[in-house]
């Protein structure tokens, strides 16, 4: 079976700050991964999706980026954290087959976020 | 472009009451529809799915139907426990179409009282 894992759980940070944010899948290989962002009493915004090693497309343009080191390894980071970074942030995945989307997506546990 | 529409909440019902959460979607074509759940500090787990028009999904009790003549995907459920509460999100996805992602609906805050 398949698990996701997301660290760390939660964390404070200064604004100015740099940001990393981990995501893991066991189980599975050559996933589809997403990371979308949760703010307070809001919706889910879809940030950044990848279909492989190295491939990030991004949805909304700020001053968040990600990266995909390995197949099942999904980083979320920003140089310098400004307040409206604050939130609940979710890594998802879904199975990949020839570079295209499947349908369902599986969460992670997610990691709180609040920037000081 | 594709939307999700859920009824605002909180819905507050108090325990073995009869659940309905409202979604409406708009959507070019024939979307997957699912239902998420998020529990208080959790991230979220999918509740069921339907992947064609007239199926009905279900899981731990709850139910909806896709519903095509009338876009819409509701959930209901006979009876609630208080450990029900949680955050319900309907969503849609076009599978298999190159590019694409999950739209969600704002969420529905469900409270169940004892």
């Known amino acids: 079976s398949q698990t996701i894992h997301q660290w760390p759980a939660t964390l404070v940070q200064p604004v100015g700050s740099p940001l990393s944010l981990e995501c893991t899948v066991e189980?599975?290989?050559?996933?589809?991964l997403y990371w979308y962002r949760q703010a307070a009493g809001r919706g889910l915004q879809l940030l950044f999706y990848s279909v492989g090693i190295g491939q990030i497309s991004s949805e909304v343009p700020q001053n968040l980026s990600a990266s995909r080191p390995q197949d099942r390894q999904f980083i979320l980071s920003s140089k310098k954290l400004l307040l409206s970074d604050s939130g609940f942030y979710l890594c998802a995945w879904s199975f990949g087959f020839s570079g295209r989307t499947q349908e369902t997506q599986y969460f992670g546990p997610g990691t709180r976020l609040l920037v000081l | 472009g594709n939307s999700v529409t859920q009824m605002e909440g909180p819905v507050t019902l108090s325990e073995e009451a009869f659940l309905t959460i409202n979604c409406t979607y708009t959507a070019t074509g024939y979307p997957s529809l699912f239902w998420y759940v998020q529990y208080p500090g959790e991230g979220l787990q999918l509740l069921l799915k339907?992947?064609?028009?007239?199926d009905k999904g279900s899981n731990k009790g709850f139910e909806a139907t896709y519903r095509k003549e009338t876009t819409s995907f509701h959930l209901e459920k006979g009876s609630v426990q208080v450990s029900d509460s949680a955050v319900y999100f309907c969503a849609l996805i076009f599978p298999n179409s190159g590019y694409s992602t999950l739209t969600f609906g704002k969420g529905t805050m469900l409270l169940v009282s004892p």
């Open positions: 339907a992947t064609k028009a007239d």
């Open positions: 189980g599975t290989s050559n996933p589809n």
